[in-house]
């Protein structure tokens, strides 16, 4: 069996519209966005750095004095207004992938305790990469609709036509950079994060096609 997934497997639970939400394709959505979150959140808690976008919502939330989940829906709910000129649309998935993230994010990162020892703060950060990894996975493989960031990403490739690689990477420095200036906490998770999370991704789409086809024979 092959280690990393390079395509988005087809499952019993994908949807053939982003509209188009069926019974069996609720719980991979809500289980992918809530693992999603809880990554999210066990790496703000360690204290060692977060997310790109995650450090940019802490810079947001210390200026305008809100909560950390109220932040990054904000910021979620900017991010679609930049859909507009660019025609993209979104699904039921996106609407699910802004209010279950920033609503889990929040009560993760406002209820776990902040680890004391560097070796919690370590599984901390390792447990967030690959709960993320597999959230995204489950989340992908619903077809319902791209998150609003990933929607950005994918229409400014298309409307520009630079490699999806280098629009992902600018995106996420422009807003690595102003969180870090408004207050976010950058640090060895961060690096971490960047460094690992498209093999969590890859190999956690490696997993689910493996269990799919395992309960289908």
Not at 9 to 29: D, E, F, H, K
Not at 128 to 149: E, Q
Not at 187 to 211: C, E, Q
């Amino acid at each position: 069996m092959e280690l990393l997934k390079h395509k988005i497997p087809v499952t019993p639970w994908r949807a053939s519209s982003t509209w188009g939400i069926r019974p069996r394709m609720v719980l991979p959505l809500v289980v992918g966005l809530t693992l999603f979150g809880v990554g999210e959140g066990l790496l703000v808690v360690s204290q060692w750095g977060a997310t790109p976008w995650t450090v940019f919502a802490q810079g947001i939330a210390r200026h305008a004095h809100i909560s950390l989940g109220w932040s990054t829906a904000a910021i979620s709910c900017g991010v679609l207004l930049l859909w507009l000129p660019l025609r993209e649309r979104p699904g039921i998935g996106t609407l699910a992938n802004l209010v279950i993230i920033a609503y889990v994010l929040d009560i993760t990162s406002s209820n776990v305790p902040v680890p004391h020892r560097d070796w919690l703060k370590v599984v901390f950060m390792v447990g967030a990469v690959v709960l993320i990894g597999l959230g995204s996975a489950l989340y992908l493989t619903c077809g319902l609709g791209p998150g609003p960031r990933d929607g950005l990403m994918t229409s400014l490739h298309r409307h520009l036509g630079v490699s999806v690689v280098y629009v992902r990477l600018t995106l996420e420095i422009i807003v690595l950079i102003i969180g870090w200036i408004l207050g976010g906490t950058v640090g060895v998770g961060t690096a971490f994060f960047a460094a690992t999370i498209g093999f969590s991704i890859g190999a956690s789409l490696n997993v689910v096609d493996w269990a799919v086809r395992k309960l289908s024979t």
